[in-house]
Nanobody, 119 residues
Framework: QVQLVESGGGLVQPGGSLRLSCAASGFTFSGYRMSWYRQAPGKERELVAEISRLGGITNYAESVKGRFTISRDNAKNTVYLQMFSLKPEDTAVYYC????????????WGQGTQVTVSS
């Protein structure tokens, strides 16, 4: 049974930091590209950051470049999103996503974790 379980969300003041974690199970984690998406109220879900299977390649949305860092630990089947200098516009539900190298396999999603940036 595939599971992606996010944790680490919460309420933080502007300028603060949070570290999200996504623990994966039920599939070969190291074989999947991992991503973080987010969805704010009334907005579409957007890609925040992604990381290649071995962690050597990362990509970020322009809005988070220089503030967020995605990383993974294939030994722990976990992907992380370190967020610094948080802004109110970063408020959203953050979702973990796993993409198979096979286009015939649908991506896996976690249940999401709420991040609220507010004073």
């Amino acid at each position: 049974q595939v599971q992606l379980v996010e944790s680490g969300g919460g309420l933080v003041q502007p300028g603060g930091s949070l570290r999200l974690s996504c623990a994966a199970s039920g599939f070969t984690f190291s074989g999947y590209r991992m991503s973080w998406y987010r969805q704010a109220p009334g907005k579409e879900r957007e890609l925040v950051a992604e990381i290649s299977r071995l962690g050597g390649i990362t990509n970020y949305a322009e809005s988070v470049k220089g503030r967020f860092t995605i990383s993974r630990d294939n030994a722990k089947n976990t992907v992380y999103l370190q967020m610094f200098s948080l802004k109110p516009e970063d408020t959203a539900v953050y979702y973990c996503n796993a993409k198979s190298p096979s286009p015939r396999v649908d991506p896996y999603w976690g249940q999401g974790t709420q991040v609220t940036v507010s004073s």
